[in-house]
T-cell receptor, first 115, second 110 residues
Framework: DAGITQSPRHKVTETGTPVTLRCHQTENHRYMYWYRQDPGHGLRLIHYSYGVKDTDKGEVSDGYSVSRSKTEDFLLTLESATSSQTSVYFC??????????????FGEGSRLTVL | AQSVTQLGSHVSVSEGALVLLRCNYSSSVPPYLFWYVQYPNQGLQLLLKYTTGATLVKGINGFEAEFKKSETSFHLTKPSAHMSDAAEYFCVSGTYKYIFGTGTRLKVLA
C-alpha cells in the first residue's frame, strides 16, 4: 500500500464549472503524476511534479493546471470543465526505495462526468 | 518524443495457449520498462519491470518479458493462458516521465 488517496472518487459537474481533484500521499515521495484514462487511449499523462512547486506538462495538458504547495498533496484543476474532460483520472507516485524504485503506484481513480 | 506502441488493441487466445502481447518503445536512452495489468473495474497492478541487468524479466502470475534493445521491444508472454488472465495490459516506458501504450485487451476463450 503506497498510501495514495484521491478525492473525490466520483463527481458529476456541468460544462463551464471549475473542478479540482486532489491526490494525497503519506510517504513523502518526490514525484507525483496525474493521468487520464479513456477507452482506446490507455493512460495519458496530464502533468507531473518533481517537488514542491516544481511541475511539468505531459501529453495532454491543455485545459488542466496543477499545483503542489506541499509534498503530500498534488491538485489537478479543470478551470472550466468541458465534456471532453469526462474521464477517469488516476494519480500516481514514483517509488523510491527497495524493489519499488522507479515503479509507479496508483491511486484508486476519480471518475469525472461533465454534462 | 518518447512513445510506446502496443500492437493489437484486442487479442484472443484459447485457454492453455501461449499469450504474446507486443510492445515497442522509442527512446534515445533505454528507459525503465513495465507491464501493468488492469482487471475489469479495478485499478492498475504491476506485472513486471525492467530497469537494468538481466534482459529476461519474470513477473507475477507466470508472465515474463524480454528486453531487446536492438529491436526496441519488450514483449509480454505467458506459456499457458488462464481464464483469470482476461484483462487489459499496458506497456509503460520511462524513468521519471512515464508514457503508456494504448493497451491490449486480452480475451481468453474456454
Amino acid at each position: 500500500d503506497a498510501g495514495i488517496t484521491q478525492s473525490p472518487r466520483h463527481k458529476v459537474t456541468e460544462t463551464g464549472t471549475p473542478v479540482t481533484l486532489r491526490c494525497h500521499q503519506t510517504e513523502n515521495h518526490r514525484y507525483m503524476y496525474w493521468y487520464r484514462q479513456d477507452p482506446g487511449h490507455g493512460l495519458r499523462l496530464i502533468h507531473y511534479s518533481y517537488g514542491v512547486k516544481d511541475t511539468d506538462k505531459g501529453e495532454v495538458s491543455d485545459g488542466y493546471s496543477v499545483s503542489r504547495s506541499k509534498t503530500e498533496d498534488f491538485l489537478l484543476t479543470l478551470e472550466s470543465a468541458t465534456s471532453s474532460q469526462t474521464s477517469v483520472y488516476f494519480c500516481a507516485i514514483r517509488g523510491t526505495s527497495g524493489r519499488g524504485t522507479g515503479e509507479l503506484f496508483f491511486g484508486e481513480g476519480s471518475r469525472l462526468t461533465v454534462l | 518524443a518518447q512513445s510506446v506502441t502496443q500492437l493489437g488493441s484486442h487479442v484472443s487466445v484459447s485457454e492453455g495457449a501461449l499469450v504474446l502481447l507486443r510492445c515497442n518503445y522509442s527512446s534515445s536512452v533505454p528507459p525503465y520498462l513495465f507491464w501493468y495489468v488492469q482487471y475489469p473495474n479495478q485499478g492498475l497492478q504491476l506485472l513486471l519491470k525492467y530497469t537494468t541487468g538481466a534482459t529476461l524479466v519474470k513477473g507475477i502470475n507466470g508472465f515474463e518479458a524480454e528486453f531487446k534493445k536492438s529491436e526496441t521491444s519488450f514483449h509480454l508472454t505467458k506459456p499457458s493462458a488462464h481464464m483469470s488472465d482476461a484483462a487489459e495490459y499496458f506497456c509503460v516506458s520511462g524513468t521519471y516521465k512515464y508514457i503508456f501504450g494504448t493497451g491490449t485487451r486480452l480475451k481468453v476463450l474456454a
